[in-house]
């Protein structure tokens, strides 16, 4: 592995010295500095020292810097003492080497307020901890007794409480669970001496505090054994070939160079805390460099794939989806039915006749007197399902003829009927026999009161045996006592039940009030489809038709 570092490093040194044989620019530099204060331009990095000749230095492309007051040339840096406003504008450094030169460019603004301007913005998650360096080495190089004071928005720094910490080496706050109060422009004010004159230096970081969770990569590495192994290596990060230093949303948050008795081993972590499409899919670098050489290690941000997330998402949504139109339609169920024979007649062609005559045969038991029952069958039923929805009844007691036999006129109806609506009351659950079982009382025994029994058996035959008829059960004014009635009409209520009718209160004006009613619309979905009707409905609220099953 020590030889990969040193050969790559050979390579790296070689390609450098080959390219200086012809003039080069460098990129422009631009500062934003604070009047008032120490300030210092470095032509150059320290690497090629060495090898470099002269120096010269220019503003504005051809003046020279002798003239220039308050600023003084020590080779490759310039020194502003101190900085002012008059300074605004563009630096020239040339580095002349034996085989060619290096041309940078520096642009300066000064601004002449009161609070140091940022030299760089770091962002922080909330409850995540972050660092804020003081990057004045050069300066504290020049005097170590130099003091630092620390501020945020132009006002000293409180310390006191646990969330902000100031250490020493190096020179820096630490904040602890990041909230929105720590967002703000940290200034660190260096105070120190130089050649007997006092100066004062600056550097601002501009802290931003974000909702979002940040993402952390960590890179480990084995920097090599020995002596002086510690202080010569440094790990850094690169993303498609820029610095981190350079780009808002990265930041080096720690990094720790150990020393074991194995050897030395460092350890970066890369807080990404935006995570932007420019992240993805470049190259980011891990840099591990010693006195030998350096070793690079590489990673990609790939887009995560959410296939499955959407896929059970989307299945969710559809099985609340069916769940709540199951839901829907079990609680608009007669409204969604009756809405639905409304509009068929628009979109579907004309039926066929089906050869019933009657939409419905009515059977009730009948008296010596006008009972509720009756009443109900002679006037309030035909009253609204014939007047007003355009159905065909057969009412026994009403549509019969005299002199008919009575048997086969009722089983010929009934072949003839969609429906067999039986209205029941209290006073039907007499039996009709005292004496007998009422499923054993035959036709020929029943006297002309008790005829409805037979329009009842025939009905319930054909609905329990040949499954030809559908039978609708009406319970009038209350609940009704089934233990004295046929076992057949008593298995119908138990398996679907029944529709109770109860007389309107004082205060209406008929025993037919409010036709669209929870009753009507649970009678009228009951019955077969009707295309066209006397008068069409009124639409009302949706109801739903719950019959009473005991």
């Known amino acids: 592995m020590l030889w990969e570092f040193y050969i790559c490093f050979l390579n790296m040194t070689l390609l450098l010295h080959l390219s200086l044989g012809q003039e080069h620019q460098g990129a422009v530099e631009v500062h934003h500095i604070s009047a008032g204060h120490f300030f210092q331009l470095k032509c ?72 140091p301007v940022p030299a760089e913005i770091r962002t922080v998650s909330q409850g995540m901890s972050e660092v804020v360096f003081c990057r004045q080495q050069d300066v504290l190089s020049l005097d170590p007794t130099a003091h630092i004071r620390w501020f945020k928005d132009c006002s000293p720094v409180d310390k006191h409480g646990e969330t902000i910490i100031e250490e020493d080496c190096p020179k820096r706050l630490r904040l602890v669970n990041a909230t929105e109060s720590h967002a703000g422009v940290y200034t660190c004010l260096v105070e120190f001496s130089l050649q007997g004159r006092n100066y004062t230096a600056t550097h601002s970081t501009q802290l931003k505090v974000n909702k979002g969770s940040r993402v952390e990569l960590v890179c480990s590495a084995f920097l090599g054994v020995g002596e002086g192994t510690e202080s010569e290596s440094s790990m850094f990060w690169t993303v498609d070939g820029r610095h981190t230093d350079h780009i808002e949303q990265l930041n080096v948050t720690k990094t720790t160079i150990l020393p074991r008795s194995s050897g030395v081993y460092g350890r970066s972590t890369l807080s990404i805390y935006e995570v932007r499409p420019e992240f993805l899919n470049v190259t980011i670098s891990c840099i591990a460099r010693n006195a030998v050489g350096r070793d690079i290690g590489f990673l990609w941000l790939q887009p995560a794939n959410h296939s499955g997330f959407y896929t059970c998402l989307c299945l969710c949504l559809a099985f609340s989806m069916v769940v709540l139109g199951v839901a829907m339609c079990c609680l608009f169920k007669v409204d969604l039915v009756l809405a639905y024979r409304r509009l068929l007649p628009l979109v579907s062609k004309k039926r066929a006749p089906d050869g019933k005559l009657y939409d419905a045969y009515v059977s009730y038991v009948h008296g010596d007197g006008l009972s509720r029952a009756e009443m109900f069958a002679l006037q309030v039923l035909p009253e609204v399902l014939e007047r007003r929805y355009g159905y065909t009844l057969f009412v026994s007691g009403r549509d019969d003829l005299p002199g008919e036999a009575i048997h086969d006129v009722t089983s010929e109806t009934m072949r003839r009927s969609r429906r067999l609506i039986i209205i029941l009351s209290a006073q039907s659950a007499s039996p009709l026999h005292p004496k007998m079982d009422p499923e054993d009382q035959l036709p020929l025994h029943q006297s002309l009161q008790d005829r409805p029994s037979y329009d009842q058996q025939i009905g319930l035959y054909d609905a329990l045996i040949q499954n030809g008829l559908r039978v609708v059960l009406v319970e009038i004014d209350g609940k009704v006592d089934y233990t004295s009635l046929p076992k057949s009409l008593h298995y119908i209520r138990r398996k679907q039940g029944a529709l109770r009718w109860r007389r309107p209160s004082s205060g209406k004006s008929s025993s037919t009030a409010s036709p669209n009613g929870h009753f009507w619309k649970c009678l009228r979905y009951h019955m077969p489809f009707k295309p066209k009707g006397a008068l069409k409905p009124q639409p009302t609220p949706g109801i739903n038709c719950s019959i009473e099953l005991y």
């Open 44 to 115: 150059s990095d320290d690497d090629d020292a060495e090898a470099r000749t002269t120096v010269t230095w220019s503003r504005g492309g051809n003046q020279t810097l002798n003239t220039t007051s308050g600023v003084d040339v020590r080779g490759e840096v310039l020194w502003f003492l101190p900085t002012h406003t008059s300074h605004n504008g563009h630096y020239t450094c040339e580095s002349k080497y034996p085989t060619g030169s290096w041309e940078m460019k520096f642009v300066l603004s000064v601004d002449p307020g009161p609070c």
